[in-house]
């Protein structure tokens, strides 16, 4: 049995997506559905069962489950709001029941994937190299990047580098993403302001070395992502941590204007001020390198953001939000 924490959220949905697809159903969904919408995200997946985070840590911590009960743990399942503060609840969430998951997988011998983040490079001044040497070098600006970097750095402090994988999502997008609210990517954000206003609103630049629209990301699609987390379950003897990013860096500007052309509308975008209280921890510029991944046989051979955009908004936005 696989275990997907997370699992009901965008990335861990799109996994189960994956998984069904690739024949297996055997799966253990574990996730906190509460009052939000993270439930149509499983409507028409196959999976063995589903339990509550908290309860399933309980069940690890109670001796529940016995070596053999799982193959893998994917663990995904974290708070991933970079706009939260709640410090205590980040490291709660994102560090102490990861360390939990972690230690009883490497006990099981459990193939354990986990979720790290590309927000642990902050302004980017040391580079987005994943190489081991520049982890402990790294300075997030939000306390999700932080709660990220500690994990990252247990897991390495703890010899973990040789027995689990740890992968740095870049700005994933894509379908099943339709429940994170503000944490939503901006192509269902425009392709929305596009359908009611015609216009796409950006934010201007507040630093003179960029124009605006003109600050970059590495967008990757979730299509691609589970591709590569697949990679990983059936590459056990992989591990360590790496980016997942196409490598490539394209503008805010680009993406407005690859939805505007899946739409078939000519491109209209006006610049706003960027809220005040996210200037100083705002990122300029990300772009994964992928090197370290691919030298270790990874075919990373991934959609272009017009390619990636066009199949999202034709198939899954337009005319009304559908599921992977």
């Known amino acids: 049995m696989i275990v997907v924490t997370g699992g009901a959220g965008f ?23 509460g009052s939000t919408d993270k439930w149509k995200n499983l409507v028409g997946k196959r999976f063995a069962d589903y339990m509550h985070k908290d309860t399933f840590l309980k069940a690890i911590d109670g001796g529940t489950f016995p070596r053999g009960d799982f193959d893998a743990i994917i663990h995904l399942g974290a708070c991933s709001a970079t706009t939260e503060r709640n410090v205590d609840y980040l490291m709660q969430n994102n560090y ?10 490497t006990w099981s011998d459990i193939r354990f994937i986990y979720a790290s983040s590309a927000a642990t490079y902050g302004d980017g001044e040391r580079g987005f190299s994943d190489d081991d040497a520049v982890t402990p070098l790294l300075r997030p600006l939000n306390p999700y990047g932080y709660s990220k970097q500690v994990f990252d750095l247990w897991a390495m402090q703890n010899g973990l ?6 992968i740095k999502f870049f700005n994933v997008f894509g379908p099943n993403e339709y429940h ?25 630049s507040h630093r003179d070395d960029y124009k605006d629209g003109e600050q970059v990301r590495d967008f990757i699609y979730v299509k691609d992502v589970t591709e590569a987390l697949w990679w990983l ?25 690859a939805i505007f052309s899946a739409l078939g509308k000519p491109a209209n975008i006006e610049y706003i001020d960027m809220p005040e209280s996210i ?21 990373a051979s991934f959609m272009t953001l017009e390619e990636s955009v066009r199949d999202y908004v034709a198939n899954y936005l337009h005319p009304s939000d559908r599921y992977l």
Do not use: C
């Open 11 to 33: 990335i861990g949905s799109a996994m189960i997506a994956k998984l069904n697809e690739k024949g297996r159903e055997d799966i253990l969904v574990v996730d906190d559905l």
């Open 180 to 204: 994170k609210g503000e944490m939503k990517s901006l192509v269902v954000k425009a392709y929305r302001q596009i359908m009611e206003t015609g216009t796409v609103k950006l934010f201007r």
């Open 233 to 257: 379950l059936e590459h056990k003897d992989v591990n360590g941590i790496y980016n997942l990013g196409t490598g490539v860096s394209r503008s805010w500007n680009d993406l407005a204007n």
């Open 96 to 105: 102490y029941y990861s360390k939990r998951l972690a230690d009883y997988a």
């Open 161 to 166: 580098m040789d027995s689990v994988a740890g």
């Open 279 to 299: 200037r100083n921890a705002y990122q300029y510029h990300t772009e994964a390198t992928v090197a370290k991944l691919k030298g270790k046989g990874f075919p």
